[in-house]
């Protein structure tokens, strides 16, 4: 080919006035760029909880003014994602390093209760109440990491084993009976409560799920713990060779589980005035498992993320909110959610193929 005939066809190539070069050029950035977008754990899920607040807010045809109301959007914020962010983030640390802690509902029953027999029968101060309550949770954390990590067991076992014991407990010594929040620890409790915290209005459990959001995407993300988290749930023999201490990153997860679910439980309580021993259980630990899993955190280990759980929390709270909104009947939501689990984890195995075949 002469040099002329290179020279014409390389400038074709680079014409920036759209020519067949510049058309390729273009259409590789588009590409490019979405491929770097997809790689985003957080993408997927956050598309999906805009798309819901959208359909819901404009189901009717018109803006639906009953779902962006103040006493809606304390409900759909407060009431129900709050509490099953701030346990999804323990979860999804205790999902990344490998394990996984079924009892947490039943730490979230029985906490508020510690509160309320020390203070109401053994007469302690109510702030230490609330702290012995949170403190429960912590022990039961430990105990479980003790079962799985020392005695070898499996985690799903040990806390299914666990969370059975405190239902027990819960049930014995109430006698499967409400009662209501000690007198004295209404001043304190408005830390944890829901109760005029921010100019009149009750917004404190979502402030306390942010908060404790952004604190722990800093751990995941920015501290050794978070490091270590991730290497040994993405492989437990080169984290020990590299000299990772093992067990304290899992007993550390398994407390801090723990400690979520005791917070959450006495939050509860106190939004409601009230302990309720049907509270808690099962429900919330599942709803906070399947937020980290639709939002990007592998049930394998090694791979999770906390904002990707915060977004899997709220589609989890648009969907029980917007169908209750719309008068739909509750019974199916079962199935949504099912779904749900199952299209995330199928659009994580996609998008981990995806980044592989990036990074090479």
């Known amino acids: 080919m002469s ?5 014409s066809t390389g400038e074709l190539g680079t014409s920036p006035g759209g020519g067949p070069g510049g058309t390729g050029g273009a259409t590789a950035s588009l590409w490019r760029g979405a491929s770097m977008l997809l790689r985003q ?22 803006v639906n003014t009953a779902f962006i109301g103040q006493t809606n959007l304390i409900n759909l914020l407060s009431t129900i994602a ?6 999804a983030l323990g979860e999804v640390m205790l999902l990344i390093s490998g394990e996984i802690d079924l009892s947490v509902g039943f730490i979230y029953t029985l906490a508020p209760y510690i509160m309320y027999f020390t203070v109401q029968y053994y007469h302690v101060p109510p702030l230490l109440g609330i702290i012995l309550g949170l403190v429960m949770g912590i022990v039961v954390g430990w105990l479980n990491a003790f079962l799985t990590v020392t005695l070898g067991l499996p985690s799903f076992i040990t806390t299914l084993g666990t969370g059975f014991i405190l239902w027990g407990i819960v049930d014995t010594t109430s ?3 409400p ?9 304190v409790g408005k830390i944890f409560s829901t109760e005029q915290l921010v100019s009149s209005t009750n917004w404190n459990s979502i ?6 959001t952004v604190i722990m995407h800093l751990v995941l993300t920015r501290t050794r713990w978070g490091l270590h988290t991730v290497a040994v749930g993405g492989n437990l023999l080169a984290a020990r060779e590299a000299g990772i201490h093992v067990n304290r990153i899992k007993y550390g997860n398994f407390m801090l589980t723990g400690l979520f679910g005791a917070l959450v439980g006495i939050q509860v309580a106190f939004a409601n005035n009230s302990i309720d021993p049907t509270a808690g259980q099962y429900t919330p ?3 906070s498992v399947a937020a980290a899993v639709i939002g990007g955190t592998a049930m394998l280990g090694g791979v999770g993320t906390i904002i990707g759980a915060f977004f899997g929390s709220f589609v989890i709270a648009l969907v029980e909110d917007g169908f209750n909104i719309l008068g739909f009947s509750a019974n199916p939501l079962p199935i949504i959610y099912g779904t749900a689990i199952l299209v995330a984890m199928i659009a ?8 592989e075949r990036g990074s090479r």
């Open 82 to 87: 709050a509490p099953i962010i701030i346990i």
């Open 348 to 355: 994580n195995v996609q998008l981990t193929r995806l980044r």
């Open 285 to 287: 630990m599942f709803y």
């Open 41 to 62: 754990r957080e993408l997927t899920v956050f598309v999906v909880a805009v798309a819901l607040f959208l359909y819901f807010l404009f189901s009717s045809g018109q």
């Open 179 to 187: 009662v209501p929040i000690p007198p004295s620890t209404m001043g």
């Open 3 to 7: 040099e002329t005939t290179q020279q």
């Open 175 to 177: 006698h499967a009976e």
């Open 207 to 212: 402030i306390w799920a942010v908060a404790l």
